[in-house]
Structures are given as C-alpha cells and as structure tokens.
C-alpha cells in the first residue's frame, strides 16, 4: 500500500513536472520567436525604405527638369559673384544671424557661436541670403513659402520657374530640405528651405567640414552616371545643430557631371517605422518592449519609447546613470537621444562586432532583458545594427503565472490521491497505470492510443469508454483537419492570401490603408451581347476562362486580383507588398490582358474587345460583409480607375489602357502613350489622361 501511495505521488509530481517543463518550453520558444520577427520585420522595414530613397534620388537626378534647373540656377548663380552688396543690406542680415540662428544653435551646441564664424563673406552668399532670408517677409520656419524676391535678377526668375516644382517634392516626400549643389565650386545654388547654409560653398564656406561636403567629395570622386551615397546622422549647423542624415546622386548634362542634388534625410520616418507608428503594445510589444537602432559611435539614431511614454522617469533613470547634465538637456530640448544618448551594453557590442542572437542582458538602462540584436546594413558606408528588447519581468510573467499554476495545481492532487491510494487495493494500481499511459500519450498529442485492460470490471468498462473516447477524439481531429484544409482552399479562392492569414487569426475588423497602389479597373466590352449567341454554359464557361487567364497573368505579375462582377475585373498593384515598379506591373498585366482577350475573342469568333483604367494613389482596403466576405477597395484612387475605364469604354480605342499623368510620368520611356488631353472627374476637377494600345512599349 505505500509503494502504491509512493508511486501514485511520484506519479503526480512527474506529470505535474512534464507538463510545466513542456509548457515552459513551449511559451519560452514563443516568446524568443515573437522577439526575434519583431526586430526582423523592423529591419526590412528600414532597409525597404533607403532602398525607396536611393532610387528616387537617383531618378530625380536624372530628370529633364532637375538637369535644366541645376544649370539654370548654376549660370545665374554666377552671375551675382561680382554683385555690390549696400551696408544696409548687411546690417540686416548680420541681425537676423544674431537674433534668430545664434540664439537657436546655442540650444545644441558646446561653447558660445557667434555671428562672425558663420557669416558669410562672399557677393553672391550675401545678395541671396539678404534677398530669401533676412528681407524674406515669412518666418523662419516658412521662407520656403517666398517664391521669387524682388530684386529683378534674373536668378530669382529662375527660383520662380522652378521653385514649386522642389518644394512639392520635399513636402510630397517628406525630406526636409533638397539642395542643387555646383559639382566644380561647391555652391549650394539652390534649396527648398532657405538656411543659413543657401549659397554658401561647400568647398570653403563654413560648413566645408558637414556632412553635406562629406557627401559632395564622394560623389566628385565617384563620377558615374546614377550613383548614390549617404552620409549618417550627424549634427548640421544650418539645421540649429540637429541630427541631419544626407542622400546624394550627381546630376549630368549629356556626359558633363554639372551638379549633385542633396536630400535631407527625415528622421520622422524612421521614428515611425522603428515605433510601429508609436503603437507599441499593438506590435506585440506590451508595456516594455520597442526597437531601436544604434550608430557604429554607439549613439542612438531612432527614438526611445521610454521619452515618449514616461520622460520623467526617462529623465530621472538618466540622472541615475549619470549621464552630463549638458546631454540631458539637449535631450530634453530636442525631445530625442539621436547623436546625443550612447548605448554601449553588451547586445549593442556584439552586434557592432557583426553578431547575431538573441539574450538575457542588461538594456541601456540598466535593467535586465530580453534582447533580440543584429547588424543592418543599409549602404556602402552605413551600418547600423538594430535591436528589440522587453523586460525580462514582463517577458517571463507568463510562465511564471504557469508555474504557479501548475504548482497549485499539484498540491490538490497529492492529498487527494494519497487518501484514495489508502482505499485502493494493488488489482487497481495496474489498469490506473494504463489508464495514465494512455491520458499521457493523448496530452503529447497521440490520438490513436488503446487502452488493454484483461478484466471484466468497472475498470474494464472504463478502458473500453476511454478507448471510444481516443478514437472519437482521433476521427474528430481527422475531420476537423480535412475540413480547415477544405476552409483555407475556398477562402484563398475567394480574398488575398494575407486577409486569410489575418482572418485565422481571429482579427474582426480588417481595414488598412495603402499609401502607394496601382489599381487596374477593366471591363469586358460586348460580351453581354454576344450571350445570346451562346448557351448558358458555353456563356459561363467562356467568361470563366477569360477571368482564369486573367488571374493567371495577375500572379505572373504580382498584381493582387481583388474582385471580378460580371465582365468587370479589379486588381492592384502594390498593394500588400510596396513595390518601386508597381506602375510598370499594372501595366504588363493590363498589355496581358489585351491580348488575352483579343486571343478568346478570336477563338470564339465572336465580337468583344476591353477596355482598362489605370489609376495609382492611397486607397482603403477592407473586408466586407458578414455571412459572404468580400475584399474591396475604398476611396478616391479605386474611384479614379473605375471611372477612367468607363471612360475608356465610351470614348476610347477598342482594346485600349487608359492611364492617368501620375502613371504617364515614371513610364513615358518605356511605353509608347498618346495624349488624350483632359477629363472632368466629377467633384475633383480635370485630369490629364494617357492613351496605351496593345504593343506600346518601347523596347
């Protein structure tokens, strides 16, 4: 009798210690994998990103308008070298350096700038920064607004030719300045927002040490056409000594490097992404968790959770650490540790030394955590490395809740079995051990178990019901897996792959928007009239076909078929995945899509033909209904396809692609369009159209 009350307490413990052990595995596993994705996506997040701004300044440097504006303003630059300056003229430019850019760069720079270092010295620096700064009637943060000064040059005609044209770029795209750079002299001879670093030289003026004159040396000694550099964060006196990122292409004229055309990097975007749009919990992230990303100095270069959420604490952990009173109020004044906090724990080392994993260590501030570390290498000469961390005691709350659990768990069954094994005689102790097997291999997940027990009791009849029971158990998991896969199969027929993802994982509502998509809206023309040449079936099955192909060809082209009504067809282009050419992929499947129907149209011998729509902008993407689902697109760029391809229908050339100016633009080269002057969107005003026929590319 106490072997068997021994065996039965050992028993319990051991199921209780199995269960925990596994169950801590399994959560511990969770957890590492959670962290791990999470710093993963981040940086594909951030390196998608620079890859997005690498070639859009490698475009707008080759750009017809951005090679006439840099000559442009190069000669008439040039022109004001030998310009007489009036000592008012001075005056009053030296008093905005001492009343508005001295008091500002004090706020982030050691020691005490004065107006002389800065000022500038040549004609031409002069005659500019009077004219679109001191006499510039906007504030300091709007001089941007001032689009030609009165001064009758014929440099300002030029600033007011092409002016908007920049300034819709840097505000588009949301950089904070663009500047044409002469690649001989070094002069800034243009910028979208007027600092003191305007047409000072990069080669000799007071910033000949910046990042910005960095960046010009390197692409001077690089001189091939589409190239591209950046220069990392770094303190930009013109900007009041904030953190200032720089992406550069040269700009040439037939084979004459004239130019480089600089961009400054905004910082808010890589906040945004490193954030989660400052969303931390909704990333998974709980009450402790974020990403962040650290320079090869082992300064930061992303934003602190901590200081958005809790800067008194923030401040005060700081304090305890103590870091120079001088750093914590260039914090405070910036709102942010970019250049300014260093990070130089364990996980930012190893990362820096090139490795890659995921520990228990202390985070920069101190306290132990759970940290997911890797290099990032964004360009030639930008590393940074990336982490994401959470608080061990947030991490590990889970499973210490499960150990309790379990614990407490145990201590009900030991006394309740012990009293039991005192009632229970040795012919019970085997069919229970069975028994126990048994409910052991069903809890590792085995369902076609059998029970034997050689008796013909209570314990038989309860082998026999537990045997019924593992093979109900056992068809039902059979049948519940045959009907998920049956599930997921007319669930992917019907919307994106992505939506059922989220679908199975139990999100409600599923609305998104996308600020970069392509939309295609076609419409089978005459093919409703040609039905009743045919039977129903022949009139089913000949659409069926038509719409095959048509996804077929989508999935060639990585294009998101989202809806077909009828003998109309939706699809998008960059929808769920950004993509840089996604204009270019609306428009093969659009070509595709001409001759696939050109090739049923003739094989049936009957009389139809389509007509597309291509329009790209932000849409809405959502999931509709609640017995039958539909994935559609909302807003106005959906609304703009449709209506261009109703347009096309009733105006245009049979089997024709009607594209909008913003799809026209980035193609022009590659595909042969013809004008179709302007259309009237309904409450929205003209539109300028294009008009592709099949077999319009150029190549």
Not at 224 to 234: C, I, L, N, W
Not at 545 to 561: Q, T
Not at 601 to 628: A, C, N, P
Request: hydrophobic residues 40%; contains cysteine; aromatic residues 10%.
């Amino acid at each position: 009798m106490l072997m068997l009350l021994a065996v039965s307490i050992a028993s319990i413990l051991v199921i209780s210690y199995v269960g925990y052990t596994s169950g801590k595995e399994a959560l511990l596993n969770n957890i590492y994998y959670q962290m791990t994705e999470i710093r993963n996506s981040r940086a594909r997040q951030v390196q998608s990103y620079f890859n997005y701004v690498r070639n859009q300044a490698i475009t707008l440097a080759e750009d017809p308008t951005v090679v006439d504006a840099m000559g442009s303003f190069r000669d008439t630059f040039n022109q004001l070298e030998e310009q007489e300056i009036p000592s008012d003229w001075i005056s009053e430019l030296w008093l905005f350096y001492e009343k508005e850019f001295i008091p500002r760069l004090k706020v982030n720079v050691d020691g005490i700038p004065s107006v002389i270092t800065y000022f500038p010295k040549k004609a031409a620096t002069r005659y500019l920064q009077y004219h679109y700064i001191a006499n510039n009637p906007y504030p300091v943060e709007d001089k941007s607004y001032l689009n030609k000064a009165k001064d009758g040059s014929e440099y300002s005609t030029i600033h007011e030719k092409y002016h908007v044209f920049f300034r819709d770029i840097a505000t588009r795209f949301n950089y904070n300045n663009l500047a044409l750079v002469d690649s001989k002299t070094g002069n800034i001879v243009y910028t979208v927002n007027k600092g003191t670093g305007f047409a000072t030289s990069l080669h000799d003026g007071p910033y000949a040490y910046s990042g910005a004159a960095n960046l010009l040396e390197t692409l001077q000694n690089n001189r091939e056409r589409g190239a591209f550099e950046m220069v990392d964060f770094a303190p930009f006196r013109p900007n009041y000594a904030q953190p200032v990122a720089f992406i550069g292409s040269p700009i040439f004229q037939q084979s004459n490097l004239i130019g480089i055309l600089l961009l400054q990097l905004p910082v808010d975007e890589i906040n945004r992404i490193m954030t989660g749009n400052y969303q931390w919990k909704k990333d998974g992230l709980g009450q402790t968790g974020e990403t962040i990303l650290v320079g090869l100095d082992y300064l930061m270069r992303s934003q602190s959770r901590f200081l958005v959420e809790d800067p008194d604490n923030y401040f005060s952990e700081l304090n305890k650490q103590r870091i120079p009173d001088k750093i914590i109020q260039k914090i405070r004044a910036n709102n942010s540790p970019i250049l300014l906090q260093e990070i130089r724990s364990d996980s930012i080392k190893r990362a820096i030394n090139g490795q890659e994993g995921l520990a228990i260590l202390n985070d920069y501030r101190g306290i132990p955590s759970l940290i997911s570390y890797a290099p990032l290498k964004l360009a030639d000469r930008l590393d940074w490395v990336i982490i994401a961390k959470i608080y061990v005691s947030e991490a590990f709350a889970p499973i210490q809740l499960f150990g309790k659990r379990v614990l407490v768990t145990t201590a009900i069954l030991v006394p309740l079995v012990t009293l039991l094994s005192l009632f229970l005689s040795r012919r019970l102790v085997i069919p229970i051990y069975r028994l126990i097997s048994g409910a052991k291999k069903i809890t590792s997940g085995a369902t076609n178990v059998v029970v034997d027990v050689p008796s013909d009791d209570e314990f038989c009849h309860l082998a026999q019901a537990f045997n019924k029971m593992a093979r109900t158990i056992d068809e039902e998991k059979e049948a519940l897996e045959k009907q998920i896969r049956k599930n997921d199969s007319l669930l992917l027929k019907t919307l994106p792959a992505p939506i059922v993802k989220r679908l199975k994982r139990g999100e409600q509502k599923i609305a998104d928007k996308f600020p970069h998509v392509t939309v295609l809206s076609a419409n089978i023309v005459g093919f409703d009239e040609q039905c009743d040449l045919m039977t129903a079936e022949e009139a089913v099955g000949l659409l069926n076909d038509i719409v095959s192909a048509f996804d077929d060809a989508a999935e060639r082209h990585d294009v998101e078929k989202i809806s077909t009504v009828g003998t109309s067809y939706l699809a998008a282009s960059g929808l769920f995945l950004p993509r840089l050419d996604r204009d270019k992929g609306a428009i093969e499947l659009a070509l595709e899509m001409l001759r696939i129907v050109r090739g049923f149209s003739q094989e049936s011998h009957l009389d139809f033909e389509i007509r597309i729509g291509i329009y790209s902008g932000t849409v809405i993407g959502g999931l509709l209904g609640k017995t039958k689902l539909i994935y559609n697109l909302l807003g106005n760029t959906a609304k703009i396809a449709r209506f261009l391809m109703i347009v096309n229908s009733v105006e245009g050339k049979p089997n024709s692609i009607l594209v909008s100016q913003n799809v026209y633009e980035p193609l022009q080269d590659f595909y042969k369009f013809s004008s179709m002057g302007e259309i009237e969107i309904p409450e929205q005003g003209k539109l300028a159209v294009w008009l592709l026929r099949d077999g319009g590319s150029k190549k």
